[in-house]
């Protein structure tokens, strides 16, 4: 049964992660010439060849090998035994926010100005910024996920501390950032995505640094 559950959770990631792909083959004979590749910090659509639509299209591929391959070459990869589900869920997180970005930028593609991108992205970042906000806490030391810092490799105990502060922090953010994406200007979501991920990157950092010294006074 564990194995049925397995192999079916590897090809719901895997199809998840190619879908891009497919969709792409499918489309490529409809897309105009130019499509959209980049959004500027007041919404303007910078175009390029529909040609790079595959490397976006590959990104989510490239993105769910490089997650499955990490642990397996990490020096405490037993620990993600303790952790895996929500690893995984992690994983699926990130899948669907590049999968969603993708549909994104097919619809401006196909059909410009539908939908607000700005405010769509910034959904979904908010929403991976959430469910990583619960799931981080449940990461044992690892040095490829959550928060790692010389500190919290170091030791157990600030390593959690480090997580739940971190957990805390991220789901603040995904919830402003889905506060932001349907009600603020366009203009200050990157304002408040930028402020928000320098707090949740520092603040836990001298935290750690703090919660190790108090531990470790002599430095030992």
């Keep these: 049964m564990e194995m049925k559950k397995s ?9 998840l992660s190619a879908a891009p792909i497919a969709a792409t083959a499918a489309l490529y004979g409809s897309l105009p010439e130019q499509v959209p ?9 910078e175009y390029g060849p529909k040609s790079s639509l595959w490397l976006l299209s590959l990104m989510g591929l490239a993105v769910a090998a490089a997650m499955r391959i990490l642990p397996k070459v990490d020096p405490r990869r037993e620990n993600y035994k303790r952790f895996g589900k929500y690893y995984d869920v992690t994983l699926l997180a990130i899948i669907l926010l590049l999968d969603t970005i993708y549909a994104v930028t097919v619809s401006e593609a196909l059909h410009p100005g539908r939908l607000s991108v700005s405010r769509v992205v910034t959904c979904g970042v908010g929403l991976l910024f959430a469910v990583l906000g619960n799931v981080m806490p449940k990461f044992k030391s690892n040095f490829f996920a959550g928060t790692r810092t010389p500190w919290s490799l170091s030791d157990p105990d600030v390593w959690n501390r480090t997580q739940r502060l971190s957990g805390w922090l991220f789901f603040a953010l995904g919830a402003v950032l889905l506060l932001a994406g349907l009600l603020f200007p366009e203009g200050a979501m990157f304002a408040i995505l930028l402020a928000g991920v320098i707090v949740v990157v520092i603040v836990p950092t001298v935290m750690s640094y703090l919660w190790y010294r108090q531990k470790h006074p002599k430095g030992e």
Excluded: P, R
Aim: net charge neutral.
């Design 7 to 15: 192999i079916l959770k590897n090809a719901v990631f895997w199809l």
């Design 37 to 45: 590749i980049h959004w500027d910090l007041g919404g303007t659509v």
